[in-house]
């Protein structure tokens, strides 16, 4: 499955509507151009899906931008991952095996690799069911 698919899939729910991952970092991390000629940045181990640029003028500031690159990168988590997991070979990427908005850790023994496409879907499964508020109000016959 195409992985612009499976953002639709996982993370339309956040109101992406992908056309073409336009980068990816060691961590599963993506910048996305949407239809509508946005820029967003799917943060899977913060269970993130936000826009980050609202045109192609605006992505290329931020690309200079040496705070957003510092964290884009994420050098230092990245080595600790490499050091006890090894180098990556596609499609795989790093990942944290408890998201850190739900207390994981950005450490041993909590990093794990596995492929982008399983990496983007959980993700945004799971911050469906933890951030999307419920459609319908619940009802109790108690």
């Not at 499976?6 to 992908?18: K, T």
């Not at 690159?69 to 990942?95: F, I, N, Q, S």
Request: hydrophobic share 40%; with cysteine; aromatic share 10%.
């Amino acid at each position: 499955m195409p992985l612009i698919i499976e953002i639709s899939r996982a993370w339309g729910w956040a109101g992406i509507h992908p056309e073409e991952v336009v980068a990816e970092n060691d961590f599963g991390n993506l910048l996305v151009r949407a239809t509508d000629g946005r820029y967003w940045r799917i943060t899977p181990e913060e269970g993130m899906c936000e826009v980050v640029a609202d045109d192609k003028a605006s992505f290329e500031v931020l690309l200079r931008d040496q705070e957003f690159l510092h964290d884009w990168y994420m050098c230092e988590l990245v080595e600790v991952a490499r050091k006890h997991l090894g180098e990556l070979t596609p499609p795989r990427k790093y990942c944290l095996k408890v998201p850190g908005y739900l207390g994981g850790a950005y450490d041993m023994p909590n990093l794990a690799s596995a492929p982008i496409h399983e990496i983007i879907g959980m993700a945004g499964d799971l911050a469906r069911q933890t951030y999307e508020p419920p459609s319908a109000p619940l009802l109790c016959d108690c």
